[in-house]
């Protein structure tokens, strides 16, 4: 019984396990997409977790797949994570409400 409430609490904690795999929450427009590159230039907002002032600029994206039906000029929440050489890459993107 005791394992079976070990193996209940372990499946209930996955979720938040997977979140917690944190990224860095970001807003900002569309300034640019190159899917070619995997890149996409943002206008975001302040980022006070990494300490970024608002500015424009080229980030790159984990995966090119993520830059899919993003246009210029749209807004968007987007996450970062940090990559193997230390410099912060998109992990999720998508339209903001
Ligand atoms: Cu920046």
Do not use: C
């Amino acid at each position: 019984m005791k394992k079976l409430f070990a193996i209940v609490l372990l499946i209930a904690a996955i979720p938040f396990a997977a979140v917690a795999a944190e990224d860095i929450p970001g807003k900002g427009v569309v300034k640019k997409v190159d899917a070619a590159a995997g890149v996409v230039k943002l206008a975001h907002e302040p980022i006070p977790a990494i300490k970024w002032p608002a500015m424009t600029m080229d980030i790159k994206v984990q995966d090119a797949k993520l830059l899919t039906g993003l246009r210029p000029e749209q807004k968007v929440n987007f996450g970062l994570v940090k990559g193997a050489d230390g410099q912060y890459v998109i992990s999720r993107i998508e339209a903001a409400k």
